[in-house]
């Protein structure tokens, strides 16, 4: 089945304390990105990559961290998380002759202590 | 990037068939028209996306008149488990970055 797996689905860390989000696709994507999105701002991007080691900030990139080292992976790190970046994730990636029809993960519900 | 406007919230009665109409005053020439549904805490559905005149799928119709201006997406039939939201997007597979962004949405609610 194709899809975009993002783990974990959901996770409570405290203020300081590295993570990582891991994102995976099996569709043989050469694009792929990731998201927040908050009550009253809708989606965001926050990172994106057009390819593998390729990678480029999106609207809100200040506080995270990506690679693209393999064209499947994708995984966000968040270095020192803070209580702002409290947020639902959202992993998407697409094909670069077809972007604007893309396939999103779950979700990572992220809580910051 | 063309901004998008439609409608916060729409209800709905099973059975039904819901038209949310978006309107995309300054749509570029390589623009596509993109659908997307959400449901709660899960990440956003491609639904259907067209370029002119009328697209259909098993999901959903795209109504886009000739001036592009606007669009319409129609759900045939709507059960409660099409409570969503709906997103419409303006978006060229050329762009660099390939930003899809999202606005408000529509808020469907279906009815017993």
């Known amino acids: 089945e194709a899809q975009v797996t993002q783990n974990p689905r959901y996770l409570i860390t405290v203020t300081g304390k590295k993570l990582t989000v891991t994102c995976s696709q099996n569709?043989?994507?050469?694009?792929m990105s990731w998201y927040r999105q908050d009550p009253g701002l809708g989606l965001r991007q926050i990172y994106y990559?057009?390819?593998?080691?390729?990678?480029d900030k999106g609207d809100v990139p200040e506080g995270y961290k990506v690679s693209r080292k393999e064209k499947r992976n994708f995984p966000l790190i968040l270095e020192s998380p803070s209580p702002n970046q409290t947020s639902l994730y959202f992993c998407?990636?697409?094909?670069?002759?077809?972007?604007?029809?893309?396939?999103f993960g779950q979700g990572t519900r992220l809580t910051v202590v | 990037l063309a901004k998008t406007t439609q409608p916060i919230s729409m209800d709905s009665y099973e059975g039904q068939e819901v038209n949310i109409t978006c309107s995309h005053n300054?749509?570029?020439?390589?623009?596509?028209i993109t659908w997307y549904q959400q449901f709660p805490s899960q990440g956003p559905r491609f639904i259907i996306q067209?370029?002119?005149t009328k697209v259909t799928n098993e999901v959903a119709s795209l109504f886009i008149p000739a001036d592009r201006k606007s669009s319409t997406l129609s759900l045939p039939r709507v059960s409660l488990s099409d409570t969503a939201v709906y997103y419409c997007?303006?978006?060229?597979?050329?762009?660099?970055?390939?930003?899809?962004?999202f606005g408000g949405g529509t808020r469907v609610l279906v009815k017993p």
């Open positions: 998407a990636s697409s094909f670069r002759r077809d972007r604007v029809m893309a396939f």
């Open positions: 569709m043989n994507h050469e694009y």
């Open positions: 990559s057009m390819n593998v080691e390729v990678t």
């Open positions: 300054n749509i570029a020439t390589n623009d596509y």
């Open positions: 067209g370029y002119k």
């Open positions: 997007l303006v978006a060229t597979n050329g762009a660099a970055g390939n930003k899809l962004t």
